[in-house]
């Protein structure tokens, strides 16, 4: 357990209102992630930060943005949620030592109707 | 629990045999590679990792073979057991760690251990 919590767990949401989504560490961590999960494409980075207020687009960061204001939290925002954005988000930090072991959160399902 | 994988390669094994769950990778720099297992309704837990300049490594149950020729990644499991029922998924990174670190995953593989 890496001290993340993701909030909130579950969200459905209507098609064009703003959606944000908060991952939270304890442990001062100073890489943060966010993946999508869906069937078929297994997990996708959409942005990741390597510290406070430094963040860099993923592979599918298209109608994301990202802010990290604080270490602790990771901050994922769609400003118009799309029924495309349906899926199951996850946020990850990176552990420390020699390995580059992700430790992920429980997920945030979000629902765009 | 959240589904993860409607169409993922499946993989069904009786209990107490081997699992071999296999994946290729396109990016000839990658460095580092991980194996995931995620349970239904879960995040994605570490297995094992290993670097390009290792072929094999060992864990308790688990080992990772790796055919940098080929771009190939297996997990073997032994023994599989119920509780090893999950999707499994390989990642790679072009390095250990470091700046600009960030993990690629494949598509996965659903394991089925019937008892």
């Known amino acids: 357990d890496a001290g993340i919590t993701q909030s909130p767990r579950h969200k459905v949401t209507e098609t064009g209102t703003p959606v944000t989504l908060r991952c939270h560490q304890t442990?001062?961590?100073?890489?943060m992630y966010w993946y999508r999960q869906d069937p078929g494409h297994g997990l996708r980075l959409i942005h990741y930060?390597?510290?406070?207020?430094?963040?860099d687009k993923g592979e599918v960061s298209d109608g994301y943005s990202v802010s990290r204001s604080k270490t602790e939290d990771f901050l994922l925002t769609l400003e118009s949620a799309t029924s495309s954005q349906t899926s199951v988000y996850f946020c990850?930090?990176?552990?420390?030592?020699?390995?580059?072991?992700?430790?992920f959160g429980e997920g945030s399902r979000l629902t765009v109707l | 629990g959240e589904s993860v994988g409607l169409h993922l390669p499946t993989l069904s094994v009786q209990e107490g045999d081997n699992s071999i769950i296999n994946c290729a990778y396109s990016n000839s720099a990658s460095d580092y590679f991980i194996w995931y297992k995620q349970e239904s309704g879960k995040g994605p837990q570490f297995i094992i990792d290993?670097?390009?300049?290792?072929d094999k490594r060992q864990g308790q149950r688990v080992t990772v073979l790796l055919n940098k020729t080929v771009k190939h990644l297996s997990l073997q499991i032994a023994a599989t057991q119920p509780g090893d029922s999950a999707v499994y998924f390989c990642?790679?990174?072009?390095?250990?760690?470091?700046?600009?670190?960030?993990?690629?995953f494949g598509k996965g593989t659903l394991l089925t251990v019937n008892p």
């Open positions: 290993i670097r390009s300049n290792m």
């Open positions: 990642a790679e990174s072009p390095n250990s760690g470091g700046s600009n670190y960030k993990l690629t």
């Open positions: 930060s390597y510290g406070v207020k430094d963040t």
């Open positions: 442990e001062n961590h100073r890489y």
């Open positions: 990850a930090i990176l552990g420390r030592g020699n390995t580059g072991e992700l430790f």
